[in-house]
């Protein structure tokens, strides 16, 4: 194999199939990229067995041919080298010759044949969305997984529902829950569920760019297929069953209160530097009493702090307690100018969304409220 590709092609490439890579896997070969040269064609693929990436970047290929090569390693050089046409010659005796105006690197390689096949999804049916669409919905939803580290499997993953027009993701952590619906284009009448790991969703979404250049994709054989225009992804589907998440979205309330999002963000944070206590941390109390909002937090230890938010409320007054950085996340993740905070009492949920919009609801659990000495600021 040998080619010359253009630098900064090469750095977008690593950086794509970079974050496939487990550089902790025992298997040396999950650490390399498969590099497969073609025509005028690079073609860069890396997997950790469970998820997986190729791109394809144009290139001058004078010599056909692949090899896996150390992703890491190359990619720390490629990244600091000038601004100039990258030369690659792959070898028999297991090397690659990179040359790029001045510099000259001589890297170890593994034969391409011990790099693992991917996936392929042959002619499957698809749905279709906006990218700029889509990155939204995920981003909005991907806060609510549990981490990796947590008990149940299925709560890393995003539940994924297709059927008809509509697109239906869930994510929770047992503690929040996120729901997203939105319209797609889907041609073939697909109805299928599924839970897709969190991690594959959230990879995605920093493929897709701000545009309605429509991004595809495909639940089936197991695996979730995504494809972009140059680059394609696959993950495996998680098994088990995800939790019922229609039993946790409230169906009524008694209080309702509509305030500006960046208002109450700035709050929340504030607020949040002072909520440190280790038995609630980021405990953060929301008093609802007329026009007024206000936020408080108390730690011994550190300190109290209180302000005063305007808000527009329906309802008996109300005082709850929240994990702030659940809200804080939220509020994050929207664009809306104003958030409605739907809400019960201050032992039941609550649903925080866009407002006047039904389709996404971030359902957050409140927090028990201790004894809280109330002291001047």
């Keep these: 194999m040998e080619l010359e590709c253009?630098?900064?092609l090469l750095v977008q490439a690593l950086g794509v199939?970079?974050?496939?890579?487990?550089?902790?896997?025992?298997?040396?070969?999950?650490?390399?990229?498969?590099?497969?040269?073609?025509?005028?064609?690079?073609?860069?693929?890396?997997?950790?067995?469970?998820?997986?990436?190729?791109i394809s970047q144009s290139a001058?290929?004078?010599?056909?041919?692949?090899?896996?090569?150390?992703?890491?390693?190359?990619?720390?050089?490629?990244?600091?080298?000038?601004?100039?046409?990258?030369?690659?010659?792959?070898?028999?005796?297991?090397?690659?010759?990179?040359?790029?105006?001045?510099?000259?690197?001589?890297?170890?390689?593994?034969?391409?044949?011990?790099?693992p096949g991917i996936p392929q999804p042959g002619e499957l049916p698809q749905v279709c969305v906006p990218q700029r669409t889509f990155r939204s919905a995920i981003r909005?939803?991907?806060?609510?997984?549990?981490?990796?580290?947590?008990?149940?499997?299925?709560?890393?993953?995003?539940?994924?529902?297709?059927?008809?027009?509509?697109?239906?993701?869930?994510?929770?952590?047992?503690?929040?829950?996120?729901?997203?619906?939105?319209?797609?284009?889907?041609?073939?009448?697909?109805?299928?569920?599924?839970?897709?790991?969190?991690?594959?969703?959230?990879e995605l979404s920093r493929l897709l760019g701000d545009v309605d250049e429509p991004v595809c994709f495909s639940l089936a054989q197991g695996q979730f297929y995504c494809?972009?225009?140059?680059?394609?992804?696959?993950?495996?589907?998680?098994?088990?069953?995800?939790?019922?998440?229609?039993?946790?979205?409230?169906?009524?309330?008694?209080?309702?209160?509509r305030i500006g999002r960046e208002s109450l963000l700035g709050a929340l944070q504030r607020m949040l530097i002072v909520a440190q206590e280790k038995q609630s941390p980021n405990l953060i109390v929301l008093d609802f009493d007329g026009d007024v909002l206000?936020?408080?937090?108390?730690?011994?230890?550190?300190?109290?702090?209180?302000?005063?938010?305007?808000?527009?409320?329906?309802?008996?007054?109300?005082?709850?307690?929240?994990?702030?950085?659940y809200l804080v996340e939220a509020l994050q993740a929207l664009d809306a100018e104003e958030v409605d905070l739907d809400l019960q009492d201050d032992a039941r949920s609550s649903v925080l969304r866009p407002y006047g919009q039904q389709d996404y609801k971030y359902v957050v659990m409140p927090v028990r409220l201790r004894e809280v000495v109330e002291e001047p600021v």
Excluded: W
Excluded at 36 to 54: H, I, P
Excluded at 85 to 97: N, Q
């Design 227 to 257: 494809s972009l225009s140059s680059v394609t992804m696959h993950s495996r589907l998680l098994e088990g069953v995800f939790p019922d998440y229609r039993r946790v979205l409230p169906k009524e309330f008694q209080r309702f209160a």
């Design 60 to 115: 001058s290929v004078l010599d056909s041919g692949s090899v896996a090569c150390p992703a890491r390693l190359l990619g720390e050089i490629v990244g600091k080298l000038p601004g100039a046409p990258v030369r690659l010659k792959a070898t028999s005796e297991g090397r690659l010759h990179l040359s790029c105006g001045r510099s000259k690197f001589d890297i170890s390689t593994l034969p391409a044949e011990e790099f």
């Design 140 to 202: 909005r939803v991907a806060i609510a997984t549990a981490s990796s580290d947590e008990s149940k499997a299925t709560m890393t993953g995003i539940y994924t529902h297709i059927d008809g027009s509509t697109l239906t993701l869930v994510a929770t952590d047992g503690r929040r829950m996120a729901y997203q619906e939105l319209a797609v284009d889907n041609p073939e009448g697909l109805q299928v569920q599924a839970i897709v790991p969190g991690r594959a969703m959230q």
């Design 6 to 8: 253009e630098k900064n």
């Design 17 to 54: 199939v970079g974050r496939a890579i487990n550089q902790r896997s025992p298997l040396p070969i999950l650490s390399h990229v498969l590099f497969e040269a073609q025509g005028e064609t690079l073609r860069c693929t890396a997997t950790d067995l469970d998820f997986g990436v190729v």
């Design 294 to 325: 206000m936020l408080s937090a108390n730690t011994p230890d550190v300190g109290v702090a209180q302000e005063e938010v305007a808000v527009v409320y329906e309802g008996e007054p109300l005082k709850i307690a929240f994990n702030g950085k």
